[in-house]
């Protein structure tokens, strides 16, 4: 007895104080559009898809007078493999150290570029950015300091759903509650049943058998209630794709998302992220109405 | 070889005209249909063989047949051996040898499953991978079968579970969405009171079409999918998949890509055990070493996404090589991590094992004997905490292991101790693999470039020795050079019955620490 007391005081405090802070040295992959020449070469070396090259004028395809060209980079299809950087002869890929890429749909998960293509050479040429921001974080870290610190004692009970992962996402989520992150001191707690549950984590591609436990499970929870997907496979499928005979694909196709929390696994700094954004939403959703 | 193909074909009493060897340390075999069952007793009584691996393929296209292929481990030998039949696409059947070699049970049920190529004389030919709502003749890994074939649901109950009867015995139903941070699955307990009569599992619910997956994928992202088997076993099955792919081509990995394959398999096995042991505390609420083996683990997994850009070593393992070195700094930060992980993890399973109040929870429970292991095909850890000696980094060694000096801890006891002293004393063993491959790295360059374009109509096996037991990947490919067939092998899927029959005997509080001690993959399992 005394020396489990003794070996926990020798241990002290392990806990991160700002689990947000560090940076990875190696997350998602970034595009730097202004050079990138569309190209394609990224896009046929990713597995997922999730770089996808279009032709924004969809009526005439092909490189004719005047037509555009879009690069859309899908985070939420990425598993950060990072096949697309040797692969661009212009090095306009390149490995960012975010991890808080948290959005409210699927379109503020997608990063896209148009290009003009000159129809004498071929070339294209960067025009602008077209995508969709995502929630702040930063915005969000703040509003739930200032809640904690204002009303001290509520807190957000969480049911996680395994609706067909590969059990790399779950090993991360059980890493926020590992002493270093320490998710319990945000006032968030993993519950055992969707009816003690405020917020379904849920892990797929959602899998033909677990359909009906995952549909289920969110009827058993009570109202007002948040449903985050997580992982690149939660996001959109990833590599197994979507509508395959055994995967469905996105958790969204099956219950309707609030949060995505795109990675492949996300670390803990990004489903730490992902529900602290998920807090904002409850907070709205169960302050009564007018 | 020769002397292998001369002992294998007395044994098996095949004329050695039979037996060839496409690549060393395989072995093949063409019988006829009716000689499967014979030469499956031969193989057990005769050469001490485990079965590895059994499945089907579809070569209707070009053979006008199916085929069924047995894997087999053969230890004296130091060789795999594949026994390959035809199937008669009129009269889709095949010898069982499920009743005598319980090991085939379930590979049995799922070729029949996916193929709907009937086990002969199989003592339960029941469906094992599909769910009550999956129709009838609809066979998905048959060529005919497109992957996106959307399958309506049917209603009915195709296998019920087994009754029980009496004063105060009862079901215990549980799942498939469980109470902690684990994957899905159906647990269905017969209970006298507390003390549990049997255990019957239905699992299969993260089926994600995996190996149909393959077949659509080119064969270069296959190992993006390979590290998506079972999360925990990334490297495992990346490295299984890549021996394959490798073995097929003749593509040759170089040195220093072989020691660092080494150094990655062993940080994933270390990370893994220790989170294991820490959860077996969970389990029976011992949390302060919980704590701990939730901080080292942490400790090493940050370090592992500095050293290598990513937590669970993913995106690390390439075809011909590896994708990610390692610096000499990075080597001499990594070493000193091992040092302090070392002295941590001794005083944790010292304060563990000196705990009465956990050695009384963990000691006889769960109990799995060494004969019930070895005829139910257990492998890796469970089948090595019950007293069977086998380990492929030794006996068929891949990568570097042949140049390491190390032992393969084996207890006896069977029980959730011996299953937790195995992982403690493993990661010992795996410290020093790591201080030998990181001290003698050699200078090369990380990765030999496969050729472009895989041989036509070829086959091969890869395997590596991952921390839950071994991972085997089978693949094969057509007339274009494309994967037709990959067939992946979780150690989990041979364990998962030895564990439905370590339960019964032991009070239902007991199970999440046996479950826990074996801790088996869903997904791998269900692919």
């Known amino acids: 007895m005394f020396r489990i007391l003794a070996r926990s005081a020798r241990t002290g405090i392990v806990t991160n104080p700002q689990p947000l802070a560090p940076r990875l040295h190696r997350g998602f992959p970034v595009i730097d559009f202004r050079r990138c020449t569309a190209c394609g070469d990224c896009a046929r070396a990713c597995p997922t898809g999730a770089i996808q090259i279009g032709a924004a004028d969809a009526a005439s395809p092909g490189p004719s007078p005047g037509t555009t060209r879009t690069v859309s980079l899908v985070y939420g299809q990425c598993i950060s493999c990072r096949e697309c950087i040797p692969a661009c002869s212009e090095a306009a890929v390149t490995v960012g150290g975010s991890f808080d890429l948290v959005a409210h749909t699927r379109e503020q998960l997608i990063h896209r570029a148009s290009f003009d293509v000159d129809p004498a050479s071929g070339r294209a040429t960067f025009r602008q950015e077209e995508s969709v921001p995502g929630p702040s974080l930063a915005e969000s870290a703040q509003r739930l300091t200032a809640r ?39 006032g968030i707690h993993f519950v055992a049943s969707p009816r003690h549950a405020d917020l379904l984590l849920v892990t797929g591609p959602v899998t033909r058998n677990m359909e009906i436990a995952l549909r289920r499970t969110l009827e058993a929870t009570p109202e007002p ?30 219950v309707p998302v609030d949060v995505y929390i795109p990675g492949c696994p996300p670390p803990p700094q990004a489903i730490l992220a992902g529900l602290f954004v998920a807090m904002g939403i409850r907070e709205a959703r169960a302050r009564p109405r007018p | 070889m020769n002397a292998v193909i001369q002992g294998v074909s007395e044994a098996l009493a095949l004329p050695a005209s039979s037996l060839y060897t496409p690549r060393p340390g395989e072995l093949r075999a063409d019988v006829e249909p009716g000689a499967l069952p014979e030469i499956a007793d031969r193989l057990v009584a005769g050469l001490g063989a485990r079965l590895a691996s059994l499945f089907a393929t579809d070569e209707r296209v070009w053979n006008a047949v199916y085929a069924l292929h047995q894997i087999w481990l053969l230890p004296r030998h130091r060789t795999f051996l594949r026994v390959s039949t035809r199937v008669d696409p009129a009269h889709p059947c095949f010898l069982s040898i499920a009743a005598k070699h319980p090991s085939a049970n379930w590979f049995e049920r799922e070729v ?135 073995r097929l081509t003749g593509c040759e990995p170089p040195p220093r890509a072989r020691y660092l394959r080494v150094v990655l398999l062993e940080l994933e096995r270390i990370y893994n055990h220790i989170s294991d042991i820490g959860s077996i505390a969970t389990d029976v609420a011992f949390s302060v070493p919980a704590a701990h083996a939730q901080l080292l683990r942490e400790r090493l997994v940050s370090l592992q996404e500095r050293l290598f850009g990513s937590r669970l070593l993913r995106g690390t393992v390439a075809i011909g090589g590896v994708k990610t070195d390692l610096s000499a700094a990075g080597r001499d ?67 570097a292991y042949d140049a390491f000096a190390f032992v393969v801890p084996v207890e006896e006891g069977g029980d959730v101790r011996a299953r937790l002293m195995v992982r403690a004393r493993e990661v010992e063993q795996s410290i020093g693999i790591l201080r030998q491959a990181l001290g003698g790295l050699p200078d090369t360059p990380l990765r030999t470039t496969p050729p472009a374009e895989l041989p036509a109509f070829s086959a091969a096996l890869g395997w590596a020795e991952g921390w839950r037991g071994p991972c085997l990947h089978w693949v094969e490919t057509d007339a274009y050079g494309a994967l037709t067939r990959v067939k992946v092998t979780d150690p989990s899927f041979r364990n998962w019955p030895g564990l439905a029959h370590a339960v019964p005997g032991n009070i239902i509080p007991d199970f999440p620490v046996i479950n826990k001690s074996f801790n088996l993959s869903y997904s791998g399992n269900d692919r």
């Not at chain 2, 003749?137 to 009867?165: A, C, I, N, Y």
């Not at chain 2, 941070?181 to 599992?201: C, D, K, N, S, T």
């Open chain 1, 225 to 254: 209630r948040v449903v985050v997907a997580v992982g690149a496979c939660g996001c959109s499928g990833g590599i197994f794709g979507e509508g395959t005979y055994a995967a469905l694909g996105g958790v969204d196709r099956v």
């Open chain 2, 333 to 399: 930060e990594l070493l000193a991590h091992l040092g302090r992980l070392k002295a941590d993890f001794e005083s944790l399973v010292t304060l563990l094992i000196d705990s009465g109040s956990f050695t009384d929870r963990i000691d006889g429970t769960g109990v799995l004997s060494t004969g019930a292991a070895r005829d139910l095909g257990v492998t890796g850890l469970a089948a090595r905490a019950s007293g069977l000696d086998e380990d492929l980094r030794r006996d068929h060694p891949h990568d």
């Open chain 2, 112 to 246: 029949m499953d996916t193929f709907g190529l009937v086990p002969e004389g199989h003592p339960n030919p029941t469906p094992v991978s599909l769910h009550d709502d999956w129709p009838d003749r609809e066979w998905t890994l048959r060529k005919g079968f497109p992957d996106d074939r959307q399958v309506p649901r049917v209603s009915g109950s195709s296998h019920p579970f087994r009754p029980v009867t009496g004063e105060g015995v009862f079901h215990v139903p549980v799942g498939p969405v469980h109470a902690g941070i684990i994957e899905p699955g159906h647990f269905r307990f017969g209970v006298a009171g507390e003390p549990v009569l049997y255990l019957q599992l239905r699992l299969f619910y993260v089926h994600k079409g995996t190996e149909k997956r393959f077949e659509r994928l080119p064969w270069r992202h296959g190992i993006f999918l390979a590290e998506s088997i079972s999360g925990d076993t990334a490297v495992g099955h990346a490295l299984a998949f890549a021996h394959a792919i490798e």
């Open chain 1, 148 to 186: 904690i610190r204002g009303r001290f004692g509520r807190s957000l009970h969480v049911r996680q759903v395994d609706a067909g992962s590969c059990n790399g996402c779950e090993l991360e989520i059980a890493a926020t509650t590992n002493p270093v992150f320490d998710l319990e001191r945000f």
